[in-house]
């Protein structure tokens, strides 16, 4: 209702002018200046007929039975008010006097109304994204607009790459208590704890492992270190997934590296072109290798062999001539002879009946050997 303010009076109706400040009550401030104490009769009377004054038919004559019943209604209504309900994906946090007094389930619950008791209701079902390096939504047609101050980061062999990371976390139900009390600004909070450990797996890296094979494993290294950091901060966070969305060099220098990048794809391909080649002839020489030296082997066997026999000829023929020397003379001629004329053409001339004339021998006929596929004569 409207505070009767008229002729200068405070908010109680109080009087203006130099009477000084009233209190509530409509009596001056206590202690000090000389002022009186209030008179507790005068306070209750004027408290009922201020109490009969709001009630319907002007209260009538209610005493002090009557007072004790409002105030017990009063107690009952506001008793009621503590009662609440927590949805199936929340948990409550119970607080009295600003002390944690327990968790409540989802359900119908009650706890001491304020402003002795309050009730935090925490979703703890729910996956919240954090976004490092870019902000979906925010860049051109609705695309991802990237946030440069986040996402350029050094490697370890001190380039420069554009990183984008999405972290998906819940609270951990076990600590929910610790998620109320201990974190201020919940997102931002694991938002720094996301780019922190990004850069601190970044930097142990060099840069063309980052844009190729290792990025699974930057993304598991980086949900490990956020989650020991914000169990140490005792967050009641749980990082349930990290995913690295993209590891690229900067913009101003992204045509350079995709060249860089073909250059060594190419390096690559013929590198693999020479080990399956080398795979193919290795084998193959190794196996001519070993046929040659199994062949060699052979050789010198048979010729060893075959020197040997020689050998022990020899030495059979040395003991036939120191027993008969004159024989195997004669019959080593023989034997000579017939080796070398064996294979050779032969003319043999009787100069005995010729009776001092010169034969005539056509020897070029003679000496001429049938050909191929032709029948052979008879011997002369």
């Known amino acids: 209702?409207?505070?009767?303010?008229?002729?200068?009076?405070?908010?109680?109706?109080?009087?203006?002018?130099?009477?000084?400040p009233k209190g509530p009550w409509g009596q001056g401030p206590q202690g000090g200046g000389g002022g009186q104490p209030p008179d507790l009769?005068?306070?209750?009377?004027?408290?009922?007929?201020?109490?009969?004054?709001?009630?319907?038919?002007?209260?009538?004559?209610?005493?002090?039975k009557g007072i004790a019943l409002i105030v017990v209604l009063g107690l009952v209504v506001y008793a009621l008010t503590g009662f609440y309900t927590v949805s199936q994906n929340e948990?409550?946090?119970n607080t009295v006097f600003g002390r944690?007094?327990?968790?409540?389930?989802?359900?119908?619950?009650?706890?001491?109304?304020?402003?002795?008791?309050?009730?935090?209701?925490?979703?703890?079902?729910?996956?919240?994204?954090?976004?490092?390096?870019?902000?979906?939504?925010?860049?051109?047609?609705?695309?991802?607009?990237?946030?440069?101050?986040?996402?350029?980061?050094?490697?370890?062999?001190?380039?420069?790459?554009?990183?984008?990371?999405?972290?998906?976390?819940?609270?951990?139900?076990?600590?929910?208590?610790?998620?109320?009390?201990?974190?201020?600004?919940?997102?931002?909070?694991?938002?720094?704890?996301?780019?922190?450990?990004?850069?601190?797996?970044?930097g142990r890296r060099n840069i063309q492992p980052i844009l190729t094979t290792d990025q699974s494993a930057i993304a598991g290294e980086v949900r490990t270190i956020m989650q020991k950091t914000l169990d140490d901060y005792k967050s009641?966070?749980?990082?349930?997934?990290?995913?690295?969305?993209?590891?690229?060099p900067p913009q101003q220098v992204r045509g350079a590296f995709l060249d860089v990048n073909a250059a060594q794809q190419d390096?690559?391909?013929?590198?693999?072109?020479?080990?399956?080649?080398?795979?193919?002839?290795?084998?193959?020489?190794?196996?001519?290798?070993?046929?040659?030296?199994?062949?060699?082997?052979?050789?010198?066997?048979?010729?060893?062999?075959?020197?040997?026999?020689?050998?022990?000829?020899?030495?059979?023929?040395y003991e036939q001539y120191r027993n008969a020397p004159e024989v195997t003379r004669e019959r080593m001629y023989l034997e000579t002879m017939e080796r070398i004329f064996g294979g050779t053409d032969k003319v043999i001339i009787d100069q005995s009946g010729g009776n001092g004339v010169q034969p005539f021998l056509p020897l070029d006929q003679l000496t001429r050997r049938p050909q191929a596929g032709t029948t052979q004569g008879t011997t002369r």
Not at 107 to 135: I, K, M
Request: net charge negative; no cysteine.
């Open 1 to 20: 209702m409207p505070w009767n303010n008229q002729g200068g009076g405070g908010p109680w109706g109080g009087g203006g002018g130099g009477s000084g």
């Open 100 to 202: 944690h007094t327990g968790n409540s389930a989802p359900g119908l619950n009650w706890n001491p109304p304020a402003p002795f008791g309050a009730v935090y209701r925490v979703p703890v079902t729910d996956v919240r994204r954090t976004e490092v390096g870019y902000r979906s939504g925010g860049g051109p047609r609705g695309g991802n607009r990237d946030v440069l101050e986040e996402s350029l980061m050094l490697t370890g062999d001190e380039n420069i790459v554009d990183i984008d990371l999405e972290v998906q976390w819940d609270v951990n139900a076990a600590n929910v208590a610790d998620f109320v009390f201990q974190m201020q600004n919940p997102e931002g909070t694991v938002k720094s704890v996301a780019e922190s450990a990004l850069r601190e797996a970044i």
């Open 41 to 64: 009769e005068d306070l209750f009377r004027k408290s009922q007929e201020r109490l009969k004054s709001v009630l319907p038919g002007g209260g009538g004559n209610i005493g002090a």
């Open 91 to 93: 948990i409550g946090v």
């Open 267 to 317: 390096q690559n391909r013929v590198q693999n072109e020479a080990r399956i080649h080398a795979s193919q002839v290795v084998p193959e020489a190794r196996g001519r290798a070993s046929q040659t030296l199994q062949e060699a082997e052979a050789y010198r066997d048979r010729v060893v062999a075959e020197a040997n026999g020689q050998a022990s000829r020899f030495s059979q023929i």
């Open 236 to 248: 009641g966070v749980n990082i349930r997934v990290v995913q690295l969305l993209s590891a690229l």
